[in-house]
């Protein structure tokens, strides 16, 4: 499946920069890992890699956290994905949202299975094989997290990462839940002060140096492009 988007017009000048692991002693982790446990296969590289310049970006994050509300840590969800990765969850939420539905996909017209595939590509990038369109998290470049305080507690954002809905929005509880509102901007305020930029329809997700970053950032080339 093609779908275009608006960053995809953004040409890439890779730098070359290596992709190097995360200091996971400085952060808070999702264990077990999402993926891994479903049995998605990063091979070679854990998830919890990144671009050098990114991973010292998300170090100067979580610092910057550090000094509004000390004892709060940014915790990792997920970062660099291969693209057979990304193949994987994008087949996985399908399934999901045909078992939510309690449908199965030979009963489906096709209209009906596009709203539904519609539905999955709100979320997930098309896990595109064309060097020109990569998945944000095939770069190296994007990070997807949340916060924790200082009981150690997952803060609460008003909705699970990676759910497929309105609420994954990052302004939907503007006019809605002031709290959860508010947490959502403290942990882009966190992000956008030290270089990331947030997806516009996922309130986890960072990037610093790849197309989406360089679109939201007005940019006219990016930095990474798919690592492998």
Do not use: C
């Amino acid at each position: 499946m093609t779908i275009m988007r608006p960053y995809h017009k953004i040409s890439i000048i890779e730098s070359g920069e290596l992709l190097v692991k995360i200091p996971l002693e400085l952060f808070a982790v999702e264990t077990p890992h999402p993926y891994e446990s479903l049995g998605a296969n990063y091979g070679q590289h854990s998830p919890y890699f990144l671009r050098e310049t990114v991973v010292k970006k998300l170090i100067a994050a979580q610092n910057y956290l550090h000094s509004l509300h000390p004892g709060w840590y940014i915790q990792i969800f997920d970062a660099y994905r291969p693209v057979d990765v990304q193949q994987f969850m994008v087949d996985y939420s399908f399934a999901q949202a045909l078992g939510e539905q309690g449908i199965d996909e030979s009963d489906l017209s096709p209209q009906e299975l596009g709203e539904i595939w519609q539905k999955v590509y709100d979320i997930w990038a098309v896990p595109s094989l064309d060097m020109k369109t990569p998945p944000p998290h095939s770069t190296g470049a994007a990070v997807d997290i949340t916060l924790v305080n200082n009981y150690g507690e997952v803060v609460n954002m008003g909705s699970p990462i990676d759910e497929m809905s309105e609420r994954s929005y990052p302004d939907y509880f503007a006019d809605k839940n002031p709290e959860f509102h508010r947490l959502r901007q403290l942990l882009n305020d966190v992000m956008i002060h030290v270089g990331f930029q947030r997806n516009p329809r996922e309130w986890w997700h960072f990037s610093y140096g790849d197309q989406m970053w360089a679109w939201l950032s007005n940019q006219t080339t990016a930095y990474y492009g798919r690592w492998s």
